[in-house]
Antibody, heavy 117, light 107 residues
Framework: EVQLVESGGGLVQPGGSLRLSCAAS????????MSWVRQAPGKGLQWVANIKQDGSEKYYVGSVEGRFTVSRDNAKNSLYLQMNSLRAEDTAVYYC??????????WGQGTLVTVSS | EIVLTQSPATLSLSPGERATLSCRASQSVRSYLAWYQQKAGQAPRLLIY???KRATGIPARFSGSGSGTDFTLTISSLEPEDFAAYYCQQRSNWPQTFGQGTKLEIK
């Protein structure tokens, strides 16, 4: 069974940091682009970051550029999102997803990040 | 950035009825458009990609059409489990963007 399981969310103060993890199983993790997509409470979906199969290419939405870093460990079948200088507007459920041709095929259950003092 | 506008925001229908959801792009995305279903408290699920191709395991009552700037998701006969939010997404231009969603509710 294809599965993605996120962890690492929680409550953090503005300006703080958090590292999200996504554990993959049931598919060839190293063969896929991977992505982070977020959803603010009661809002729609927003793509956050992509990373190529070998980690050589990374892309970010403008609002997180310079603050967030996506990485992966293919030996551990894991995807990460290091989030620094967090802002209230970063509050959201963060999903990891595997990508094929720019679409999001399988999604994790999400992890909630709340940025508040 | 390409803006995707979905309509209507809310659609109220009964089981067995036909649902037609619209997604309009601010510029051509060719056929590089997907549709996702999201039930309350769950992650989105890919339904349709490349405008008209059903993803693995998606029932035949779901169909997609369109190209360029105007796209439609049709559910031929609504089942109780189809009442959910639906989002379109384009991958034609960077950054990939989503529409704001259509909520399909039971009438």
């Amino acid at each position: 069974e294809v599965q993605l399981v996120e962890s690492g969310g929680g409550l953090v103060q503005p300006g703080g940091s958090l590292r999200l993890s996504c554990a993959a199983s049931g598919f060839s993790f190293s063969s896929y682009w991977m992505s982070w997509v977020r959803q603010a409470p009661g809002k729609g979906l927003q793509w956050v970051a992509n990373i190529k199969q070998d980690g050589s290419e990374k892309y970010y939405v403008g609002s997180v550029e310079g603050r967030f870093t996506v990485s992966r460990d293919n030996a551990k079948n894991s995807l990460y999102l290091q989030m620094n200088s967090l802002r209230a507007e970063d509050t959201a459920v963060y999903y990891c997803a595997n990508s094929f041709s720019g679409y999001y095929e399988t999604w994790g259950q999400g992890t909630l990040v709340t940025v508040s003092s | 950035e390409i803006v995707l506008t979905q309509s209507p925001a809310t659609l109220s229908l009964s089981p067995g009825e036909r649902a037609t959801l619209s997604c309009r792009a601010s510029q051509s995305v060719r056929s590089y458009l997907a549709w996702y279903q999201q039930k309350a408290g769950q992650a989105p699920r890919l339904l349709i990609y490349d405008a008209s191709k059903r993803a693995t395991g998606i029932p035949a009552r779901f169909s997609g059409s369109g190209s360029g700037t105007d796209f439609t998701l049709t559910i031929s006969s609504l089942e109780p489990e189809d009442f959910a939010a639906y989002y379109c997404q384009q991958r034609s231009n960077w950054p990939q963007t989503f529409g704001q969603g259509t909520k399909l509710e039971i009438k």
